[in-house]
């Protein structure tokens, strides 16, 4: 007997546990990477400054971010008496919420089979199915630049505001340079699913060459490149972290935060560059595909990603303001739809 | 489930679109005018139009209210209105009332033909709702659709031009 999709409609009890299952996984994963990638990031940047990184707390300072989470959690939370009330406690929250809600359409391996009173189902590795997933992701990355906006609004000091202005201009225009290289592979894979395009990259590349996967980074390269460069500042990581700028604009827009909150913007940071990781490993890097398990393949890839944020921060400093914009539309968005047009062409030539 | 989910929403929604009138601060009232988009891409999911969903919070909820928020921020129109304005809710009021009148009466005095077309629930779930409006736009309505570019083309360009005095 060959076994069924598990829906709500053929087991809604295995469904349902199976869905609880993988949304905790999905959610525990993200947070203790996030926890853990602070702590990386000080080791990796450590060494590439010569320096120790966190070395007293633990064994080898692996507790530094418990340790660091606890201090901010007892921490007094300050909320300035100028600042508008409301939208000044929903920042933080707003920007979180999308980067973690995104991680919902993302494959992270390949089906599993379970067999259940007698009976077997496929349990697709992923939360759900959107067959319209990168639209999802697409609008998720539109509604997280509220988070800054309203931060640098809500707090009433200058510093913030113009963190959050810089910030508001910079992840709309970034966010249509990202968002026009994305149009490109779906061009290819003809589906909007982001399970579709991961099957659409197996296999040989371009059915011929067989010591290469087909990666939409092979076949894609421009948009690749488009696509990190854009996410890179669509989450603000150096060289594009104008909006909390330390040096200029004492930290742009969390300048008036404390305690848990300020906790908050720097854990949505990281679950930001997780989720820019796996959408990136799954529309260019071939999903779960490759040598090892389904979900440790996407794993390297999504920490190879992440070492290469990491590794871009201790090299490249930050630009200037207006070399932002001139970049983002000037450079970028005329690249990001010529490769449309080549693509396009391409495509009609080969049917 | 789906009917109780669909008076939830809606709910929010009437709450949200009220607030949007009601609040002081105009940073508020742009939040719930969010939370109004957010239940209407729920509303178009319910409606089997995922598509419209995702291009409702991409486009409302993603440019354009972020545009207004960024209008709020620079004009600094933060501050809350501080004086009355009993006025204007009591004429929102009565016209509130009144178009709930009309629409009570039409939907009593309308009749539901009970045809469909030919897009329904089983197509929608073969096809692909995405490709279903991809298809309709560029064969059906081509014509509309490279009238409403060139619309946008001309408001780019005037964009540009009220903007920089010499280019």
Not at chain 1, 6 to 32: D, E, G, H, R, Y
Not at chain 1, 121 to 142: H, K, S
Not at chain 1, 239 to 252: C, I, N, R, Y
Request: with cysteine; charged share 10%; aromatic share 12%.
């Amino acid at each position: 007997m060959t076994p069924e999709v598990l829906t709500l409609s053929n087991s809604p009890l295995l469904f349902t546990i199976a869905m609880l299952v993988k949304i905790l996984v999905a959610f525990a994963v993200t947070m203790l990477i996030v926890a853990y990638a602070t702590w990386c990031e000080r080791k990796i940047i450590g060494g590439m400054q010569t320096r120790m990184g966190p070395t007293m707390t633990g064994p080898k300072g692996l507790l530094q971010p418990i340790a660091d989470g606890l201090k901010l959690f007892f921490k007094e939370d300050i909320i300035p008496s100028e600042a508008y009330k409301t939208a000044f406690i929903l920042a933080p929250m707003m920007i979180l919420a999308p980067a973690l809600i995104s991680v919902a359409v993302i494959p992270f391996g390949n089906d599993i089979t379970v067999t259940w009173d007698g009976v077997s189902y496929i349990v697709p590795l992923q939360i759900t199915d959107l067959n319209i997933g990168i639209l999802y992701i697409l609008a998720m990355a539109g509604l997280g630049v509220y988070g800054i906006v309203l931060a640098g609004l809500a707090s009433n000091s200058k510093y913030s505001l113009l963190g959050g202005i810089r910030s508001s201009a910079q992840m709309i225009s970034y966010e249509l340079a990202a968002g026009l290289s994305i149009i490109a592979v779906f061009m290819l894979s003809e589906t909007l699913s982001m399970r579709g395009i991961v099957e659409a990259q197996q296999g040989a590349l371009w059915g011929s060459i067989s010591f290469l996967p087909n990666w939409y980074i092979f076949t894609q390269p421009l948009a690749f490149g488009l696509f990190v460069v854009g996410s890179m500042a669509e989450v603000n990581r150096t060289p594009f972290d104008l909006p909390e700028a330390e040096t200029e604009l004492v930290s742009g827009f969390c300048t008036e935060y404390s305690s848990m909150k300020y906790a908050l913007f720097f854990m949505a940071e990281y679950a930001n560059m997780i989720t820019v990781s796996a959408i990136g490993a799954t529309l260019f890097l071939g999903g779960w595909g490759g040598p090892f398990l389904g979900w440790m393949n996407f794993l390297i890839k999504v920490f190879a990603f992440m070492f290469f944020f990491i590794w871009i921060r201790a090299t490249f400093p930050r630009l200037r303001y207006d070399q932002l914009m001139a970049l983002g539309w000037k450079v970028m968005l005329p690249l990001a739809l010529a490769n449309i047009v080549v693509t396009g062409v391409a495509v009609l030539l080969w049917q | 489930m789906g009917i109780l989910l669909f008076y939830l929403t809606a709910f929010v929604a009437v709450i949200a679109a009220f607030f949007v009138t009601k609040c002081r601060n105009p940073v508020n009232s742009a939040l719930c005018l969010v939370t109004n988009f957010l239940c209407l891409a729920v509303l178009y999911v319910m409606l089997e139009a995922p598509f419209m969903a995702a291009i409702q919070i991409m486009v409302y909820a993603g440019a354009i209210m972020v545009l207004i928020i960024f209008v709020i921020m620079l004009l600094n129109l933060g501050t809350s209105v501080k004086g009355n304005y009993v006025h204007g809710l009591a004429g929102g009021g009565v016209l509130a009332v009144l178009m709930l009148f009309l629409t009570n009466r039409f939907v009593a005095n309308g009749q539901a033909t009970g045809t469909g077309g030919e897009i329904t629930s089983e197509v929608i779930k073969s096809v692909g709702h995405t490709e279903l409006i991809g298809r309709a736009m560029f064969t059906d309505f081509l014509l509309p659709f490279e009238i409403a570019s060139i619309l946008l083309l001309v408001a780019i360009i005037g964009a540009v031009v009220l903007s920089k005095r010499k280019i």
